[in-house]
């Protein structure tokens, strides 16, 4: 079927039947580009093409980071615990978290439990870390599809591959394993099938992201208000009603039920002095810097489109919290706004066009080449210094841990529990049941074995706390068993 031919198909309103998406409502379908037919994504190779090289590098990267231990047990090691006990049918409590801490009165987040017959038959932090790459992977398809729609095979590929190789996707990729890749799964799905305006579709696929953290239900509840906007009225305001209430749920009940302390620890970060609110949401600078690499890589053609409506929860919550670890451009909090960034850059291009069109008629044609020629500029000037870009660098792939460090965390048991730095606890987590040190060993839990970088090198305890807990270890009980390199290795005597 033409372009012209189905757009025209979308805009007219049609009885529904049992099954049929709904059409009704308000539909103000994308005008199709100008620079004739446009093959239609559903046959072309290309989205699949990118999301399949796209896995290869982020495979590539999240194991080669493993392999050479630079993961960490926050956050790689706190979600293999949380996952091995999911696949063995029991509480998702995590050790590193502190004892008998479960998870879900941490971060609210259920849908791991469909990792657990995945990680039963391969059990291990690379299973945790191949899921990731996939679902990344997975949300480049839709991505891709609707930028074909739009733009056409040339800038549409572009915007495919400029997202694939987006900042706050790579940032994801290379801190360890989040529930958040799969967020990213369904809201690039969603955001395609809103832009067609299959709206019960696009319901659907926002369900599930209530049950991968409970800050999205407030993304969920934008992504109501969008179909309010664009669509039939009363689903949108029935899913914008159903994402309220789900994160009230979590947040005010279920976190707290589940949290040993019978509260949620994170609230604190949105309370304090407010002052001035358009103040706290704008400042330091570093909050405006992060909205401008939001919009930057696609030009900022995503302010076309009221698309970026859904971005618009994650962003609040995120620069009015206390924390600054929020406010940045790393880590893996802004995966989820990728999707929505580029799917709205992409519904946007035919607008643009049109409006240059007709207010320049002699620049028009060269508009989707600036377009593209300005993704590709924005990723290459990234890419250097871009977890992906530095794999082309020989200190990617120098191990942090020597196969002799490796032996030593060997010698461990399996089943045994074990007190391990950070940096060493994810080696073990997978057939062991792995403490924060030095947090532990205490006088109230001594594990069997302890794991420690001595010297203590920078991370999340202060050096000269793990060096006041590594003296400290003979007095409760721990003799040196072995010591490689910079590995050494305590056994519980007595």
Not at 65 to 82: A, K, M, N, P, S
Not at 104 to 123: E, N, R
């Amino acid at each position: 079927m033409r372009r012209e031919e189905l757009d025209s198909h979308r805009s007219t309103p049609t009885r529904r039947g049992p099954g049929t998406p709904e059409k009704l409502g308000p539909a103000t379908p994308p005008e199709p580009p100008s620079s004739g037919r446009v093959r239609p994504a559903g046959r072309c190779a290309l989205p699949y093409l990118l999301a399949g090289i796209a896995f290869v590098l982020y495979e590539l990267l999240s194991v080669v980071r493993h392999l050479t231990g630079r993961t960490t047990g926050f956050d790689l090691g706190i979600f293999e615990q949380v996952v091995r006990n999911y696949a063995h049918f029991d509480i998702p409590i995590s050790e590193l978290k502190g004892p008998g801490v479960n998870i879900l009165g941490d971060h609210f987040s259920p849908i791991l439990a469909v990792l657990g017959p995945v990680y039963l038959l391969f059990p291990g932090p690379i299973t945790l870390l191949t899921v990731q790459a996939a679902a990344f992977a997975l949300s480049v398809v839709p991505i891709t599809r609707l930028a074909i729609d739009t733009c056409g095979p040339r800038l549409g590929g572009v915007l495919g591959a400029a997202y694939a190789l987006s900042w706050g996707i790579q940032s994801a990729v290379a801190f360890d394993f989040h529930e958040t890749c799969l967020a990213v799964v369904f809201v690039a799905f969603c955001v395609e099938r809103l832009y067609r305006q299959e709206w019960w579709a696009a319901f659907a696929y926002a369900l599930p992201l209530l049950l991968v953290k409970e800050d999205l239900g407030l993304t969920v509840a934008a992504i109501g208000l969008y179909i309010v906007l664009r669509g039939p009225r009363r689903t949108g305001i029935l899913l914008a009603v159903v994402g309220v209430a789900a994160c009230c749920l979590t947040v005010l009940v279920l976190i707290p039920h589940f949290n040993v302390y019978g509260q949620n620890t994170y609230l604190g970060q949105a309370s304090g002095t407010v002052g001035n609110p358009l103040v706290r949401l704008v400042m330091p600078l570093q909050k405006l810097e992060t909205v401008l690499m939001l919009l930057a890589p696609t030009a900022f053609l995503a302010l076309r489109s009221p698309i970026l409506v859904i971005a618009l929860p994650t962003i609040a919550w995120r620069f009015w919290a206390t924390n600054p670890a929020y406010w940045g451009t790393d880590l893996h909090y802004s995966a989820v706004l990728m999707p929505v960034v580029f799917a709205a850059a992409a519904a946007a291009v035919p607008q643009v066009h049109a409006v240059v069109g007709a207010a320049l008629p002699r620049y028009a044609r060269r508009f989707r080449q600036l377009v593209g020629a300005w993704c590709v500029v924005f990723v290459v000037l990234l890419f250097v210094h871009s977890p992906v870009g530095q794999l082309l660098q020989g200190a990617a792939w120098r191990p942090v841990i020597s196969s002799a460090e490796r032996e030593a965390l060997a010698i461990v048991p399996d089943q045994a529990t074990v007190a391990a730095e950070n940096s060493l606890a994810p080696q073990l987590t997978n057939r062991t049941t792995v403490y924060l040190f030095p947090g532990f060993p205490n006088r109230q839990l001594r594990p069997d074995w302890v794991a420690v970088i001595d010297p203590p090198m920078p991370g999340l305890a202060p050096v000269d706390q793990q060096l006041a807990a590594i003296r400290q270890l003979p007095v409760l009980g721990y003799e040196l068993a072995d010591r490689r390199e910079q590995v050494s290795l305590y056994r519980l005597t007595r």
